[in-house]
């Protein structure tokens, strides 16, 4: 009687462990651009579901085909039926440089920050907790207060994946509000890599 009451409560614990594990996931992006989950190797999202392999991405991105695949050098394929090769490059930091789904792209992300650009906008983004949050330029109009989710756990993946997890995090980032133009958007810009500098060396990175 005992082993059939231990047996139904480990029964009853795993499926229960299950259906948790099956809800669980981390937000990537903006949702309000579309409400990307990722769950282990899967991408979901109102119009999105992607699978990730050892060295691949594929499914669909908002319904548009994505077909990716990676090694410790290079990530190319089609995204939106549009080419994408990005060259990666590691050692202190990660860059990632080239272009995705048509778009350029230009990143570098060291775990604390990172910057560069995607598309036609420039980003300074610090890491706080789950999320990455701070500027965006697109154009001549800054905006100061763009959060994208991008888990900490991304960091322990292959490098080709990263890459293309980051990449798409960043796509999946609302359009620019329509704002002023600053004047001097490049000296503010300036300024803030500086401070990143400075905090950096302030951590001992």
């Known amino acids: 009687m005992k082993r059939t009451l231990c047996s139904s409560l480990v029964l009853s614990l795993l499926a229960t462990g ?7 996931g981390s ?13 282990g190797d899967a991408i979901t999202g109102p119009t ?20 990716l695949q990676w090694d410790y050098q290079l990530l190319t394929g089609s995204v939106a039926q549009q080419g994408t090769r990005l060259e990666l490059a590691e050692g202190d930091d990660t860059r990632v440089w080239g272009t995705f789904g048509g778009q350029p792209v230009d990143l570098t992300e060291d775990g604390t920050w990172l910057h560069g650009r995607v598309g036609g906008c420039a980003y300074l983004l610090k890491r706080e907790a789950e999320t990455l949050s701070g ?7 800054r905006e ?4 994208v989710a991008f888990p900490s756990a991304i960091h322990s993946r292959p490098l080709g994946e990263r890459a293309a ?3 798409l995090a960043l796509v999946n980032v609302r359009a620019p509000a ?22 950096s060396c302030k951590k001992g990175y």
């Open 48 to 67: 999105s579901t992607l699978s990730i392999s050892d060295n691949s991405m594929h499914g669909r991105y908002r319904r548009h085909p994505v077909a």
């Open 135 to 141: 500027v965006r330029e697109c154009g001549g109009a």
């Open 18 to 24: 299950c259906a948790t594990t099956g809800v669980q």
């Open 165 to 167: 997890l980051m990449t």
């Open 27 to 39: 937000a990537l992006g903006d949702a309000a651009e579309e409400s990307l989950l990722l769950r």
């Open 178 to 199: 329509v704002t002023t133009p600053v004047a001097v958007s490049t000296g503010v810009f300036t300024d803030l890599r500086n401070a990143q500098g400075m905090s």
């Open 144 to 147: 100061s207060d763009i959060v």
